[in-house]
């Protein structure tokens, strides 16, 4: 009897351990924490970033050239904007260079032979061997500096109202960049005139163009030999608006881009034989000044600091939202 009692209470005590055993091990493949969510959909969108390509129509050959699209924005920036630059002015041009290949991607057809051209109709762009003519010895340390820019931004661009901004760039400002519509005619909100003080270190901030009154005259189709300009108005940044010359009305676009002056802030002196045009800043004016940018870098402005300051309202966003492969 002793020993049947003993057996019972074996049996009790081995029921007692092993039940608690049989309920909690089904579950110990359950993870007690939610799954990471997974990364695939992110991966995918990064591998169809990585696959786009640009189509590049080269000017001189006229043949088209495909090149992923970050290996075509490191050649932008190379050939956009002098590599001694600081590396947040770099970043803020790789930027613009990206956002403005985004944009003119979403509106090409789908059976157009390229996207851009090499030339300033577009973004400039140089082959390899073209940078390599340009750079020499300097080369490798140049293009190292340039793609640590471009990686540093990869996948991002400039939007606004959701939607890759034109993102236009030039030189050197005369202290202001200027309106969209003071130039292009056409109101664009991001691109406003801002102040740009830091350009004045510019190398080109100053120049001058001495031309014949008959080269003047030939060049704005014109037939008079004699010129007298006058009543010149100015925009909102200081640069030329409209010009009067022989009672015909230019805009300063026109005058600075068919005669080739640096830029439409300038002031006229005239001889008898020549027309003098003095300028300050270089480039159109409108969207981010270079030298503006190297300037805000030296302060210790970041890219992101430099993009909200020269396009107002907008966002930096990932590119893999806008991509479409064609």
Same mark, same amino acid.
């Given at each position: 009897?002793?020993? $049947?009692?003993?057996?019972?209470?074996?049996?009790?005590?081995?029921?007692?351990?092993?039940?608690?055993?049989?309920?909690?091990? !089904?579950?110990? &493949?359950? !993870?007690?924490?939610?799954? @990471?969510?997974?990364?695939?959909?992110?991966?995918?969108?990064?591998?169809?970033?990585?696959?786009?390509?640009?189509?590049?129509?080269?000017?001189?050959?006229?043949?088209?050239?495909?090149?992923?699209?970050? *290996?075509?924005?490191?050649?932008?920036?190379?050939?956009?904007? !002098?590599?001694?630059?600081?590396?947040? /002015?770099?970043? /803020? $041009?790789?930027?613009?260079?990206?956002?403005?290949?985004?944009?003119?991607?979403?509106?090409?057809?789908?059976?157009?032979?390229?996207?851009?051209?090499?030339?300033?109709?577009? $973004?400039?762009?140089?082959?390899?061997?073209?940078?390599?003519?340009?750079?020499?010895? &300097?080369?490798?340390?140049?293009?190292?500096?340039?793609?640590?820019?471009? *990686? /540093?931004?990869?996948?991002?661009?400039?939007?606004?109202?959701?939607? @890759?901004?034109?993102?236009?760039?030039? #030189?050197?400002?005369?202290?202001?960049?200027?309106?969209?519509?003071?130039?292009? =005619?056409?109101?664009?909100?991001?691109?406003? #005139?801002?102040?740009? !003080?830091?350009?004045?270190?510019? @190398? %080109?901030?100053?120049? =001058?163009?001495?031309?014949?009154? /008959?080269?003047?005259? *030939?060049?704005?189709?014109?037939?008079?030999?004699?010129?007298?300009?006058?009543?010149?108005?100015?925009?909102?940044?200081?640069? %030329?608006?409209?010009?009067?010359?022989?009672?015909?009305?230019?805009?300063?676009?026109?005058?600075?881009? =068919?005669?080739?002056?640096?830029?439409? &802030?300038?002031?006229?002196?005239?001889?008898?034989?020549?027309?003098?045009?003095?300028?300050?800043?270089?480039?159109?004016?409108?969207?981010?000044?270079?030298?503006?940018?190297?300037?805000?870098?030296?302060?210790?402005?970041?890219?992101?600091?430099?993009?909200?300051?020269?396009? *107002? &309202?907008?966002? %930096?966003? @990932?590119? =893999?939202?806008?991509?479409?492969?064609?």
């Amino acid at each position: 009897m002793q020993k $049947q009692s003993m057996m019972i209470a074996m049996i009790l005590v081995a029921v007692i351990v092993m039940v608690p055993t049989m309920i909690v091990l !089904p579950f110990h &493949d359950t !993870p007690t924490e939610a799954a @990471p969510p997974s990364n695939d959909t992110n991966e995918q969108s990064q591998e169809n970033e990585k696959s786009v390509t640009v189509k590049i129509k080269r000017t001189e050959s006229e043949q088209i050239e495909e090149l992923p699209l970050e *290996q075509y924005v490191t050649q932008v920036v190379a050939s956009e904007i !002098p590599a001694e630059f600081e590396m947040e /002015a770099l970043k /803020a $041009q790789a930027l613009a260079a990206r956002t403005y290949i985004a944009n003119k991607m979403a509106h090409t057809e789908s059976d157009q032979a390229f996207h851009v051209k090499d030339t300033v109709d577009d $973004q400039v762009f140089h082959s390899e061997k073209e940078l390599r003519d340009m750079w020499g010895v &300097d080369y490798s340390d140049h293009m190292q500096k340039i793609e640590s820019a471009v *990686q /540093a931004t990869e996948g991002e661009i400039i939007t606004y109202d959701g939607e @890759p901004i034109t993102a236009a760039f030039f #030189s050197t400002s005369n202290g202001f960049t200027e309106n969209a519509e003071d130039y292009w =005619q056409n109101e664009i909100p991001y691109l406003k #005139s801002v102040s740009s !003080p830091w350009d004045e270190a510019s @190398p %080109v901030f100053n120049d =001058q163009a001495i031309l014949t009154h /008959a080269e003047v005259a *030939q060049k704005l189709g014109l037939q008079q030999s004699i010129l007298n300009i006058s009543n010149l108005t100015r925009t909102e940044s200081g640069r %030329v608006d409209t010009v009067m010359i022989n009672n015909e009305t230019f805009s300063g676009r026109e005058v600075r881009e =068919q005669l080739g002056l640096r830029s439409n &802030d300038f002031k006229v002196e005239t001889t008898a034989e020549h027309i003098i045009f003095k300028t300050n800043g270089y480039g159109h004016g409108v969207g981010m000044s270079q030298y503006g940018a190297n300037g805000m870098a030296k302060e210790g402005s970041t890219y992101k600091d430099i993009v909200h300051h020269y396009y *107002q &309202d907008v966002s %930096v966003e @990932p590119l =893999q939202t806008f991509v479409a492969t064609k």
